[in-house]
Nanobody, 117 residues
Framework: QVQFVESGGGLVQPGGSLRLSCATS????????MGWFRQAPGAQRELVAT???????NYADSVKGRFTISRDNAKNTVYLQMNSLKPEDTAVYYC???????????WGRGTQVTVSS
C-alpha cells in the first residue's frame, strides 16, 4: 500500500520561504512521476507542480518562478521549495504519484502552509 508522509509546513510571512518534503513508501518510487497538490479552505484540490521519473518538471502558472519541485530517488522523497510566498498560497499541501497530471493513489494527511503577517 502506498503511503505519503508530508512535512515542512508552517506559518510564514509574505515573501518568506518553506521547503516541503514528502516521504513515500510502498511503491517503486523511481519509476513514477510525482506531484504536489494543494487545497485551500472552501476550494477544490489543485495541482501545483509535477516531476517525471526523468526529472522533467511542470508548474501551475500561479507558482511558476517561485516554486521548485525536486526528487531524491535514494530517499524515496519529493520536495517542494517555495519562495516569495503569498497569502494565496495558504493551503494544505499534499503529494501523490501522478500519471500525466492526474493523482494515482489515495492521499496522505498533508502539511499545512499558512502565509500571513
Amino acid at each position: 500500500q502506498v503511503q505519503f508522509v508530508e512535512s515542512g509546513g508552517g506559518l510564514v510571512q509574505p515573501g518568506g520561504s518553506l521547503r516541503l518534503s514528502c516521504a513515500t513508501s510502498g511503491v517503486i518510487f523511481r519509476i513514477y512521476g510525482m506531484g504536489w497538490f494543494r487545497q485551500a479552505p472552501g476550494a477544490q484540490r489543485e495541482l501545483v507542480a509535477t516531476i517525471t521519473s526523468g526529472a522533467s518538471t511542470n508548474y501551475a502558472d500561479s507558482v511558476k518562478g517561485r516554486f521548485t519541485i525536486s526528487r531524491d530517488n535514494a530517499k524515496n522523497t519529493v520536495y517542494l521549495q517555495m519562495n516569495s510566498l503569498k497569502p494565496e498560497d495558504t493551503a494544505v499541501y499534499y503529494c501523490n504519484l501522478v500519471g500525466g497530471l492526474r493523482p494515482l493513489s489515495s492521499w496522505g494527511r498533508g502539511t499545512q502552509v499558512t502565509v500571513s503577517s
